[in-house]
């Protein structure tokens, strides 16, 4: 379960983060298969053109591609790839598939991060207007999905695809992970902490 703490400095959205299912993306059929392989090309293009087919290197060309920003829900995979600006969970639903794509496993992750009220006060004038967008903004902790990778036996790494970059679980200012919850097996390690399938854990 989230934490004491987290859920004060969360509240009044925390018991909405804690029953809330990670996003996945509606697939109609042909045409969605079509958004798959469109995406996965891209992915491995750019991992041929810049790092040279690493298979652990992260698709960072999705945050140069996709601004961030509300998505509307239901979101179907052929109109995801259309859109110009993209939310987290659909980010997450990307890099899944593009690490799936290469042979990796790759599972769902929702996480608690803490960031200044600086942060979370423009994050949520932004977001004023998006009346129907799930509520992920706290007081000085949002939530947020990324994606858990397995990279070894019994070892996981943590990826921010709307970032564009690796999580250090050893990070202790502005988003620093709080909170974890995944669909990957239990027992996988993230630098210090040992993740619990499909329940939250506090980690700091």
Do not use: N
Request: aromatic fraction near 12%.
């Amino acid at each position: 379960m989230i934490s004491a703490a987290v859920e004060r400095s969360a509240r009044p959205f925390s018991e909405h983060w804690v029953d809330h299912l990670p996003s996945h993306l509606v697939h109609h059929g042909a045409c969605c298969d079509q958004a798959k392989r469109w995406l996965v090309a891209m992915a491995r293009s750019f991992d041929f053109a810049i790092t040279e087919g690493q298979k652990l290197q992260g698709p960072r060309f999705l945050s140069e591609r996709y601004a961030w920003g509300p998505s509307p829900w239901p979101l179907a995979w052929c109109d995801a790839v259309r859109r110009e600006t993209i939310d987290c969970g659909v980010f997450a639903a990307f890099a899944r598939t593009i690490f799936a794509a290469k042979g990796l496993e790759a599972f769902t992750g929702q996480v608690v991060q803490r960031f200044g009220a600086t942060a979370t006060g423009h994050w949520r004038r932004r977001w004023r207007e998006e009346r129907a967008a799930f509520p992920w903004i706290g007081d000085e902790v949002v939530y947020h999905e990324i994606v858990v990778v397995r990279v070894a036996p019994g070892v996981a790494a943590l990826y921010d695809p709307t970032d564009g970059a690796w999580m250090d679980p050893l990070e202790r200012g502005p988003g620093a992970v709080l909170a974890l919850r995944s669909e990957a097996p239990g027992g996988l390690a993230w630098g210090p902490y040992v993740l619990v399938s499909d329940q939250w854990s506090r980690l700091t």
